[in-house]
């Protein structure tokens, strides 16, 4: 397997440069397994699928669905491109190469579990302070708009909020400057981790069920659906800063009082 990937990495670093890589190269990452994780949830919902495991009755219109992905699509030119090819001179000043040898799976998955703790933390209080009562009406209120998510709305926000959060996913690579294949890896599992938990249903084989600390779509949902400045479930991929600051209570009162069979009140209808 090891050698596949490497025999791979070196067709691309032997026809196309490290700019082109790491701006334009990691652009198509992002836009392919962003849109082929996402746009599957769309077609749930409109066909009725699998509804049994869908977290709120409510579906999303046909206009509010495409409104989605024509903003994503101007957001994602605009501003996610521009900012992926600024931010290539800093991460080349910090270390970042794209050359061979591959790093070790060791140091990918200290890097990576080290960019989850970092992200989890930055973004757990900018995320808090966009619901804050100002930037919540002028910048935040923009990704609220769907009070019933589905995956694609994970990246459906106000330019501004997608400047200001997206500083949380790419810290932790500015800072160590990492191979260009980590980058690579971790960004894939930060889209799949948010467009999961922006999808608007709990499977069994959701990895909240399985990974203590995952949040996970039930726990985000939750966020959504209340419309509130301070509804709480600030967390990005794990929920321990919830947890410790105590943001999460409404959330944890509501399971407890599901698991006693008491309806939930807050699932719109």
């Known amino acids: 397997m090891a050698s596949v990937i490497e025999s791979g990495w070196l067709y ?11 701006s334009l190269g990691s652009f198509l990452l992002h836009e392919s397994v962003f849109f082929l994780s996402g ?17 709120q009755t409510k579906n999303n219109s046909l206009i509010a669905q495409e409104k989605c992905i024509t903003r994503l699509l101007l957001y994602h030119f605009s501003v996610n491109l521009p900012l ?7 991460f080349r000043f910090m270390g970042m190469k794209s050359s061979l040898p591959l790093p070790s799976w060791k140091v990918v998955l200290s890097q990576i579990i080290f960019y989850f703790i970092l992200e989890d933390f930055v973004f757990y209080w900018g995320h808090r302070v966009l619901h804050s009562k100002w930037l919540y009406k002028h910048v935040h ?5 769907y009070a019933t998510p589905f995956g694609l709305t994970s990246e459906y926000a106000h330019p501004a909020e997608i400047l ?24 894939v599992l930060r889209v799949l981790e948010t467009v999961e938990a922006h999808c608007g249903y709990h499977f069994p084989w959701s990895l909240s069920n399985f990974l203590p600390l995952y949040g996970g779509a039930d726990f985000h949902d939750y966020h959504h659906r209340l419309l509130y400045t301070k509804s709480g479930n600030y967390s990005s991929t794990f929920v321990y800063m919830d947890w410790i600051f105590g943001t ?14 008491v309806e939930d009140n807050s699932k719109q209808t």
């Open 12 to 22: 691309l670093i032997t026809h196309f440069s490290d700019f082109q890589l790491a």
């Open 141 to 145: 209120s923009v990704h609220h708009e």
């Open 39 to 55: 746009l599957p949830f769309i077609y749930l919902e409109r066909a009725g699928l699998l509804s049994k495991y869908k977290i």
């Open 248 to 261: 999460d209570k409404g959330y944890r009162k509501l399971k407890a009082l599901k698991h006693y069979g």
């Open 164 to 187: 200001f959060l997206g500083f949380a996913t790419i810290v932790g690579p500015a800072i160590t400057g990492p191979h260009l294949i980590t980058l690579w890896l971790w960004m």
């Open 84 to 90: 992926m090819i600024a931010s290539y001179p800093v």
